[in-house]
């Protein structure tokens, strides 16, 4: 029974991931079509490791919401922002301008891991580490 059991928790646990993958695309989707298309990666990038740094922080203190954590920073954010996509922009760059695609790079992980520490600093605990 309780291998039986086992199962159905994992089985759970991608089906989280799976809507929390469909609700993230669909946010990106929209973002997408409303969005000039060279702020679509820093738009989508930003929030979402905003975001990531501080649902990292709240899931600190929060450690029993499993289920929860897979859907919003597995499933949602992870089909919301997308290193593959930007690697890909940064490719089209590179072939247009080095120096242009440079700045992109660089750009993007400075402001991204910037953002992500802030995410987690807002979200953190008071008092803790």
């Known amino acids: ?48 490791s905003f975001l990531m740094g501080g649902l990292q922080a709240y899931f600190l203190k929060n450690k029993h919401q499993h289920q929860m954590k897979l859907f919003l920073t597995t499933g949602m954010l992870g089909s919301f922002t997308t290193f593959s996509a930007m690697s890909a922009e940064w490719l089209l760059l590179l072939k247009q301008s080095p120096m242009m695609a440079f700045l992109y790079a660089f750009g993007m992980t400075i402001i991204c ?9 807002v979200m953190k605990p008071r008092g803790g580490k």
Do not use: E, K
């Not at 891991?113 to 600093?121: C, I």
């Open 113 to 121: 891991v910037a953002l992500a520490a802030s995410g987690y600093f």
């Open 1 to 48: 029974m309780s291998r039986l059991l086992g199962v159905n928790v994992i089985l759970i646990d991608y089906l989280v991931v799976f809507l929390g993958g469909a609700l993230g695309a669909f946010f990106r989707g929209a973002i997408m079509f409303i969005a000039p298309t060279w702020t679509v990666f820093w738009i989508v990038n930003g929030i979402g």
